[in-house]
């Protein structure tokens, strides 16, 4: 600090003084006609003090500054200086300014380590102080709604300090004057309380919501969300569960989306839970843009005879399936009838699940884990039977459907 330093350590002949003296001279008191430095130094050639230079400097002391600026230090999280007691630049400056923060009533720290000007050996410590310092300094933000939302619904969320919670669409920026321009709806938020948007006035899409600190700090990741109208998932409806080689898979789908025929991979595990994954799998053999009602075609001369699986993805990227499809060798007999329509109700669910098919016949059901255990199987006949499973665990779980001539395997989620 200037001041504590005194003139006297400008005057020096060291060159460290020197250039630092020269810098402190174009910053604080500039002049172009004072060539060759181009600013203004606190003494003469011959050594003389100049006291109205010295107090231009002075104004830009840190040291000095501290009784003006109380107010913003003592809004700071921490405030910590570490010191080496052989550092040459200016030790006994760094003592009178922590001096100076205590006479202010500044909360501050002040460790001296027994170094020079370097900084390698104080770099844990620094490490742990940003840790307890920093954490939580950034706001995040939790969704309590589902990701597929319909426009009478509500959208809970909260954010981990005070500020405003920002909902724009999904192609904002984290940029803060991108969340200023785009935001679609915003509301006041105290730490920890959830608050409810209506999205009545949103039109169908993705969105996110951002939350910004009281001190103007921007969440790192936002809530996404999706308006659809609506959430159900779209049902799949083979011509056949077995298809013999060389003849078409046919699907169609209730939605309009797309169509995926997958290779399930080894023993069945390698189960899709997302757009993005089914898309990006390298288990995707191909995709068919698709609309609802309308029946696609998948040629099989380059399948192999085993089971394959369908999903459909609607045009918000909600997923169904998978449904199996197995394809046979020629020499197989197989029955022509078109599948039944399956519809599995709710889902997720909590307690009982409704099974519906459009096709009278005798059904046995199982339902498996994810890692494949058998829990449960009954046999169903006729088109309609409840399953409880307010017993099981939450997690998710697959449900076959199996007669005669027809497979499919969908998923079920227990909350």
Known sequence: MIEAAGINEYRSSDPKSIRGSFARAVAFTPDSTAEPILGRLPYTADGVFIDSIWQMWLQHDPYTMIPSYKDSLLKLKAIQMYIGAFDDLQLSSNESFHQALDDNGIEHGYKVYNIGHEVQPLLNDLLVFFSEHLTGVVPTVSLTSDYYLENTDSLLAEANTDGILYVVPFSSSTQIDSIYKYQLATVDALANELYDFQLSELEYGKYQVYAISSDGAVCNIPGEFCIVPDTSSPILSPENSRVIHGDSIR??????????????????????????????????????????????????????????????????????????????????????????????YPNPVTGKVTLHTNKHDVYDLSISSLNGQLIFSREMEGTSHQLDLSTFKKGVYFITIRSEDFVTTRKIIKL
Do not use: H
């Open 251 to 344: 699907v169609s789908m209730s939605k309009d989306g797309k169509l995926c025929l997958v290779d399930p991979g080894f023993f069945f595990l390698d189960t899709l839970w997302t757009a993005s994954e089914i898309m990006n799998s390298s288990k995707l053999i191909g995709s068919v843009d698709a609309l609802a009602g309308s029946e696609i075609s998948f040629t099989t001369d380059d399948l192999s005879t085993k089971t394959y699986w369908i999903y459909g993805l609607d045009q918000y990227g909600i997923v169904t399936g998978p449904t199996a499809v197995e394809i046979i060798p020629g020499t197989v007999g197989i029955s022509t009838n078109r599948a039944p329509e399956i519809m599995l």
